[in-house]
C-alpha cells in the first residue's frame, strides 16, 4: 500500500481495532515520506529510536509517526551504529526538534543539522553512554553540573529571569528562561527533562502485564488514556480485541478522566486571576468525581483499570445511576459557573487576549488536544480515527478559534458537556456480555496504540522480543507537541501572565521528561 | 457578585457537614490540629517537592486545599519557599536530574526541619526503582522522618502521614506504619 504518492510500500499491522501501517525506508525516502507528510497537511505524531543490532536487518532504528486520513503511518530508518544519523525533520515539524534530542540522548542517532543540544541527558550521564542500547551496562553516575546553551537576547534593558526547576507551586519540575524587557517577555526557553526516570529502559525486560503499571505511571493525571493506548498495542501484538462491554467502559473511564482534570484546569485558572471562588467551587466538585470513581471502579483515578484484553471492573445498574445523577448535578454546577465566569469582568480582563496562539502558529507548530482546538484545529482521534465505542456515540468536536487563555477555558467548558452527553450515552448503550479476554503475549511483534486523553491525543509505539516481553515500549505524550506553543503564546505578554498561560495549557512534565 | 454569592450560599460550609466524610478523617483532622498547636503553635509550613513523581500525586495533594478537607483552617500551609518551611513534602523517586535540586532545597529548609515522603515511589522508589536516571527513594537522598505509601496517597492517607510526622519522635526513618 502507499501512501502520499511517495515510493514506500505500507503493510498494515494486524490485530487490535486501530488501523496502523508500517514501512521500511533509506535515509533519503524517511525525510522525503515525512516531507510529502508536511505538504500534504498532516501532523508528525511521534519520533523515536531504538537498538536493532540483533535483528534481521541490524542497525539503530529511527521510527516517525505521521497521522494521515487512512490512519497511523509508522516509517522506519535503519543506519549502521557507527554512522546513526537520520534526516533532521525539525526544520519543517517543529515538535521534531526534542524528539529528535532525546533519541540522540537515549540511543545515540543524531539528526543530521539541526538542534544537537542534550535534551533529556542533564550532564548526569556521560556522552557517551546511550541507556536504551542493548550493550549499555546497568550503572551508576555522578551528577555533574551542567553548563546549558540557552539562546541569549541582546540588547540595551534586556535581563534575564532564570524560573525552576522547583516552582513556587505544587507543581512539576521545570526551568523556564524568561528574556525580558521591562515587564515584557521577549522570549521564552524551556529546559525540560528534570524528571526523566530511564521509563524506557524500564519498559525493556517487562511482561505486558507489568509494563501496563508503567505506562498508566508515565502521566499520572492521564493514567486511563495511557493504559487504553498501551492495551491496544498489546493488543496487537496478542492478537486480541476487548469485548464490546470493555469498550465502552474504557469510554467511559476515558471521559471521566477528561471531566474531572479539565474542572480541576477551570478551577486553577479562576485561582491564577484571584478568583479563588472558582477554586474551591470546581475543585469540590472534581472531588465528587474522583469519589464516585473510588466507590464504582475501586480507584480515585481509575489506575490500572483498563488492561490488554478488557478492562478489570465492570458497572451495576445502580453504579449507572449514580452516574447519571452525577452528570445531573455536574451540568447545573458547571453552567452556573461558566456564568459566572462569564460576567466575572475581572477575570474575563485577564483571560482574554492573553497568551494568544493564532490557528496558523498552531497549524505550523504540530498542536495537539485542548490547546489546537482553542486555535482552530479540529483535530481530536475521537473524531478523526473512531475505535468502539466513538464511532458510535460521534463525539463533537469544541472549537475556538481566538486560542488566547479565555478560548481555552471556553473549549474545557464545552468538553465537559459534550463528555456528560458521552457519559449518558455511553452508560445508556452498555453493551452486555463479559468485560475481559484473555491477552497472551505473541513473540516478536509490534504495536500501536492512540487515543483522546483530556490534555490530547497519547500514543504508544510496543514491541515484543523472542521471549515474548516487552523489547522496546515508547510513549509519547501529548505535551511534546505542545510545550514549543507555550514558548509563542508568552512573547509580549507580562510576567505575571505567566503563570495564567501556563495553566491554561497545563503540559504535563513527567509525560515527556520520561 | 450576586451570582457568587448565590453559589456560595447554596453550597453552605462543606467542611463542617460533608455528608459522605469519612469519620476517620474528622477524627485524623481534630488530632492534626492539636499536634499542630503544640509543636509549631498552630502554624505548620509544608514546601512540597516533586522530585520525579508521576504527577498523581500532586493530584492529591491538591485536594487537601479543597473545601471537604479544607487543611488550611488547621493552620496548615503550602509555602512558595523551603526557607519559609517546616515540613517538606516530597512526592516521586529522586530523578537524577533532580537530585542536587532536592538537596539544596533540604538545606535550604531551616532546622527544626521534617521530610515525609510521600506515595509509593518516595517511599521505595516504587514501579521506578533505581537506575542511571534514578535514584530510587527519597531516602536515598535526604533523611526522611515518615513515609506515606500508597498510588497515589489519598488526601486521607496524605492528612494521616503528616501527623504521624508532627506527632513523632523525630528519630528519622521511622515509617507511619500506615497501609
Known amino acids: 500500500m502507499l501512501f502520499l504518492d511517495q515510493p514506500l510500500e505500507f503493510t498494515r499491522v494486524e490485530g487490535g481495532d486501530a488501523l496502523a501501517y508500517t514501512a521500511r525506508a533509506d535515509f533519503e525516502a524517511f525525510g522525503e515520506f515525512a516531507l510529502a507528510a508536511y505538504e500534504s497537511g498532516r501532523r508528525l505524531v511521534a519520533l523515536w529510536g531504538g537498538d536493532e543490532r540483533d535483528a534481521e536487518t541490524p542497525g539503530i532504528a529511527v521510527c516517525a509517526a505521521f497521522d494521515l486520513p487512512e490512519g497511523l503511518a509508522c516509517v522506519k530508518l535503519v543506519c549502521p551504529v557507527e554512522d546513526a544519523v537520520f534526516p533532521d525533520l525539525s526544520g519543517f515539524f517543529p515538535a521534531a526538534d526534542r524528539m529528535q534530542r532525546a533519541v540522540r540522548d537515549?540511543?545515540?542517532?543524531?539528526?543530521?543539522?539541526?538542534?544537537?543540544?542534550?535534551?533529556?541527558?542533564?550532564?548526569?550521564?556521560?556522552?557517551?553512554?546511550?541507556?536504551?542500547?542493548s550493550d549499555a551496562p546497568e550503572a551508576r553516575f555522578d551528577t555533574a553540573n551542567e553548563n546549558y546553551e540557552f539562546v541569549r537576547v541582546g540588547g540595551d534593558g534586556v535581563h534575564e529571569i532564570a524560573v525552576g526547576p522547583i516552582h513556587a507551586g505544587i507543581i512539576e519540575p521545570g526551568h523556564f528562561r524568561f528574556s525580558v524587557m521591562g515587564e515584557?517577555?521577549?522570549?521564552?526557553?524551556?529546559?525540560l527533562g528534570w524528571k526523566h526516570k530511564g521509563i524506557e529502559r524500564r519498559f525493556s525486560g517487562m511482561s505486558l502485564a507489568d509494563g501496563l503499571k508503567l505506562a498508566g505511571r508515565v502521566s499520572g493525571d492521564s493514567t486511563v488514556a495511557y493504559a487504553w493506548a498501551y492495551s491496544q498495542a498489546a493488543e496487537m501484538i496478542c492478537g486480541v480485541t476487548a469485548p464490546p462491554r470493555a469498550a465502552w467502559l474504557r469510554a467511559l473511564f476515558l471521559e471521566r478522566e477528561r471531566v474531572a482534570n479539565h474542572l480541576g484546569d477551570l478551577g486553577y485558572l479562576g485561582n491564577d486571576v484571584a478568583l479563588s471562588f472558582g477554586l474551591m467551587q470546581f475543585m469540590r466538585i472534581k472531588e465528587d468525581w474522583l469519589r464516585l470513581n473510588a466507590r464504582l471502579f475501586g480507584h480515585r483515578f481509575m489506575m490500572d483499570k483498563i488492561v490488554p484484553g478488557g478492562v478489570t471492573v465492570d458497572l451495576d445498574d445502580a453504579g449507572v445511576a449514580e452516574v447519571v445523577e452525577q452528570c445531573r448535578t455536574t451540568e447545573r454546577d458547571v453552567h452556573r459557573l461558566k456564568d459566572v465566569y462569564e460576567e466575572h469582568a475581572g477575570l474575563q480582563d485577564r483571560f482574554l487576549t492573553t497568551g494568544r496562539v493564532t490557528p496558523e502558529l498552531a497549524k505550523r507548530l504540530g498542536a495537539v488536544g485542548v490547546a489546537a482546538r482553542a486555535s482552530g484545529q479540529c483535530v481530536d482521534l475521537r473524531a478523526d480515527h473512531?475505535?468502539?465505542?466513538?464511532?458510535?456515540?460521534?463525539?463533537?468536536?469544541?472549537?475556538?478559534?481566538?486560542?488566547?487563555?479565555?478560548?481555552?477555558?471556553?473549549?474545557?467548558?464545552?468538553?465537559?458537556?459534550?463528555?456528560?452527553?458521552?457519559?449518558?450515552?455511553l452508560v445508556d448503550g452498555l453493551p452486555q456480555g463479559g468485560v475481559w479476554n484473555a491477552a497472551r503475549s505473541e513473540p516478536g511483534k509490534r504495536g500501536f496504540g492512540w487515543v483522546e486523553g483530556w490534555r490530547g491525543d497519547v500514543f504508544v509505539a510496543l514491541e515484543t522480543g523472542a521471549d515474548?516481553?516487552?523489547?522496546?515500549?515508547?510513549?509519547?505524550?501529548?505535551?511534546?507537541?505542545?510545550?514549543?506553543?507555550?514558548e509563542h503564546a508568552i512573547i509580549d505578554n507580562i510576567v505575571p501572565d505567566f503563570p495564567l498561560i501556563n495553566k491554561s495549557f497545563n503540559l504535563s512534565y513527567a509525560g515527556p521528561d520520561l | 457578585m450576586f451570582s457568587i454569592l448565590r453559589q456560595i450560599l447554596h453550597d453552605g460550609v462543606l467542611t463542617e457537614a460533608p455528608p459522605e466524610i469519612d469519620p476517620e478523617l474528622q477524627a485524623a483532622k481534630r488530632r492534626l490540629s492539636d499536634e499542630i498547636a503544640r509543636r509549631f503553635r498552630r502554624s505548620l509550613f509544608i514546601r512540597e517537592i516533586d522530585a520525579g513523581s508521576c504527577n498523581g500525586c500532586e493530584l492529591e495533594i491538591h485536594a487537601l486545599g479543597i473545601p471537604y478537607y479544607n487543611v488550611e483552617a488547621m493552620g496548615i500551609k503550602f509555602t512558595a519557599s523551603p526557607r519559609h518551611a517546616d515540613l517538606l513534602l516530597v512526592t516521586g523517586p529522586v530523578a537524577k536530574n533532580m537530585e542536587v535540586a532536592v538537596k539544596r532545597a533540604y538545606d535550604a529548609t531551616p532546622e527544626p526541619k521534617l521530610v515525609v515522603a510521600t506515595g509509593d515511589c518516595g517511599c521505595t522508589g516504587g514501579i521506578f526503582g533505581e537506575s542511571y536516571a534514578c535514584c530510587g527513594r527519597v531516602s536515598n537522598v535526604i533523611p526522611v522522618d515518615v513515609s506515606i505509601p500508597g498510588c497515589p496517597p489519598t488526601p486521607l492517607r496524605l492528612i494521616q502521614g503528616i501527623l504521624a510526622a508532627v506527632g513523632g519522635s523525630g528519630d528519622r526513618d521511622q515509617e507511619s506504619g500506615i497501609r
Open chain 1, 106 to 133: 537515549l540511543v545515540g542517532a543524531a539528526p543530521r543539522g539541526g538542534d544537537l543540544r542534550p535534551w533529556l541527558r542533564h550532564a548526569n550521564w556521560p556522552a557517551d553512554y546511550f541507556p536504551l542500547r
Open chain 1, 468 to 486: 515474548g516481553k516487552i523489547r522496546r515500549c515508547h510513549p509519547r505524550d501529548p505535551s511534546w507537541m505542545n510545550w514549543p506553543l507555550l
Open chain 1, 184 to 191: 515584557s517577555v521577549l522570549r521564552l526557553e524551556e529546559r
Open chain 1, 386 to 425: 473512531p475505535v468502539s465505542p466513538y464511532d458510535r456515540v460521534k463525539p463533537v468536536v469544541a472549537m475556538e478559534e481566538r486560542g488566547d487563555v479565555a478560548a481555552r477555558a471556553l473549549v474545557r467548558f464545552a468538553e465537559i458537556d459534550e463528555s456528560l452527553r458521552l457519559i449518558r450515552a
